[in-house]
């Protein structure tokens, strides 16, 4: 139908469609994508002039930062679909005076365009400084051993009195890039959910199957190929008699080194795969049984396998592993001193009198539950208010009238505190160190003489003490004085009867032998 005015018929509007993303929804998107960008490039800019590395900035700026940006376009994008839809039913479009069209003539507008400009300038800031300190956060050392992980609280406390106390946990149980950073943080999410629940492990034993290799953590700040060479060592020890006698030990630790560049390969760590490689098979979690090892000589290409008469397996049906240094330093910062041991070192610096009469064997018995009468079995602390309540009651009662009761009941206490965790069912036991051979099996897991080569001849050397270490001196008084530069055969302070060379360890085994 014509119109009677002759007026031609307007063009059909364009849809504006930029006009679609003046919504409430998509505006608060661009908000927060800004805001995340900004955490990002301040982040990066952190991680990029930082003096050191910090794992977790991985996860903060690649992770955590892109994860609020791509959440801040879906709003955007969710506010535009929205926004199509409600044009589509014939609504009109917000750039014609609906909703969001500021006229700053009037006060309320200019109010509302203030308050909204203040509010994400504000929440920009706060995301900025939230990120900063997040980022501090969560590199502490409380971060992990505190405020997440409750259950390692046996860990925290042995890690802070280990050689490695100021080494942050991340550096070794995380490590430095965002792969790595959200493998540990799905396994935290998975411990988080057990943590909630309290049906977690007592105790909390190492899965040595996910362990990071010692390449990207004990080699990261200690030099495989460096030759140590010799290491003088002194151990003071005191037998568990009446006058509480003292045996001292001193030896020289021939730790040599595995580089021919640098020295001679001898030594104990001659083990170390730089010129050697050693392979093994172990048939338990804790790596203390070890049936078969195989070494290299990588200078040489010569190839040794050795296996004890009992296993008969075929080995492409076990795992094989590479020896490295956390084989030998399994417990390089959480280490859990056994009693005997931590009792020697009370004493040795002072802090248990040594003089007072069985002091030796009565605090061991006494960290180890053995608070009974004579021939009664050993007590299992429940918590350690528990343990220290027994460990006062018990002393107190075998020195009534000692004036340094109050000394010797609180040294006792700080031992316990420092190396037994009742509520986690954790100690030395359970968390053997490998080091060495005197409470634990350590070195004799292979040098037992049982490991026989395939010629049936030959064994992994086992009572040949000299080969990694000298005992230049021992027992006490004048007898420290007769140095040996050749070393001296080991004179046990007990007698042995017919036992010539036996694996220490069965006999000590870090306490009082019943």
């Not at 990120?131 to 890690?159: I, R, V, W």
């Not at 080995?315 to 931590?342: G, L, W």
């Amino acid at each position: 139908m014509s119109d009677p005015n002759n007026t031609p018929a307007s063009p059909a509007a364009k849809p504006n469609r930029m006009a679609r993303f003046r919504n409430w929804l998509s505006l608060a998107g661009v908000v927060l994508a800004i805001s995340a960008f900004f955490a990002f490039v301040l982040l990066f800019a952190v991680d990029l002039f930082a003096t050191h590395a910090n794992p977790y900035m991985g996860i903060l700026a690649y992770v955590v930062a892109p994860m609020f940006l791509l959440m801040g376009l879906a709003m955007v994008i969710t506010g535009y679909v929205l926004e199509s839809r409600r044009i589509r039913k014939g609504l009109p479009e917000r750039d014609k005076g609906f909703v969001l069209k500021v006229d700053l003539s009037r006060k309320r507008d200019r109010k509302l365009l203030v308050g909204f400009v203040g509010g994400s300038l504000g929440f920009i800031f706060l995301t900025a400084l939230g990120s900063y300190q997040t980022y501090h956060l969560t590199e502490t050392n409380s971060f992990c051993g505190e405020t997440c992980h409750l259950p390692m609280d046996p860990q925290f406390k042995a890690y802070q009195h280990s050689a490695h106390a100021k080494v942050a946990c991340v550096a070794c149980h995380v490590g430095p890039g965002a792969g790595n950073y959200i493998r540990t943080k799905i396994s935290g999410v998975r411990q988080l959910y057990h943590t909630i629940l309290g049906d977690f492990n007592r105790p909390i034993r190492l899965h040595n199957v996910n362990q990071r290799p010692a390449m990207e953590t004990c080699q990261s700040c200690h030099w495989s190929q460096k030759h140590t060479g010799d290491v003088q060592r002194s151990y003071k020890r005191f037998l568990a008699d009446e006058t509480n006698t003292p045996f001292t030990v001193n030896m020289v630790m021939k730790v040599g080194g595995s580089d021919p560049v640098r020295g001679p390969v001898e030594g104990i760590h001659s083990h170390m795969n730089v010129n050697n490689k050693v392979e093994f098979i172990a048939l338990d979690p804790d790596r203390v049984k070890i049936p078969w090892v195989r070494t290299t000589n990588l200078a040489t290409g010569q190839v040794t396998e050795y296996r004890t008469p009992e296993f008969k397996d075929d080995i492409s049906k076990h795992d094989i592993r590479v020896m490295d240094c956390m084989d030998c330093h399994n417990r390089p910062s959480h280490k859990f001193m056994t009693p005997n041991a931590a009792v020697d070192l009370a004493m040795g610096y002072g802090r248990i009198n040594p003089s007072i009469p069985w002091v030796k064997n009565k605090v061991v018995k006494a960290l180890t539950g053995l608070v009974g009468e004579e021939g009664e079995k050993a007590v299992t602390y429940a918590t350690r208010e528990d343990a220290e309540k027994q460990i006062d009651r018990f002393l107190r009662k075998e020195y009534p009238d000692l004036k340094e009761i109050d000394t010797l009941v609180e040294q006792a206490k700080i031992i316990y505190n420092t190396n037994f965790y009742p509520e986690m069912k954790a100690d030395w036991r359970v968390h053997p160190d490998h080091i060495g051979h005197k409470d634990g099996p350590g070195c004799f897991r292979c040098h037992d003489g049982q490991h026989l080569a395939t010629d049936g001849k030959t064994s992994i050397k086992a009572s040949d003490c000299n080969a990694c270490h000298i005992i230049t001196s021992q027992g006490n008084g004048a007898d420290l004085e007769k140095l040996s530069p050749k070393g001296v055969i080991f004179n046990h302070p007990m007698d042995m009867g017919e036992m010539e060379t036996p694996n220490c360890s069965e006999c000590h085994t870090g306490q009082l032998q019943e």
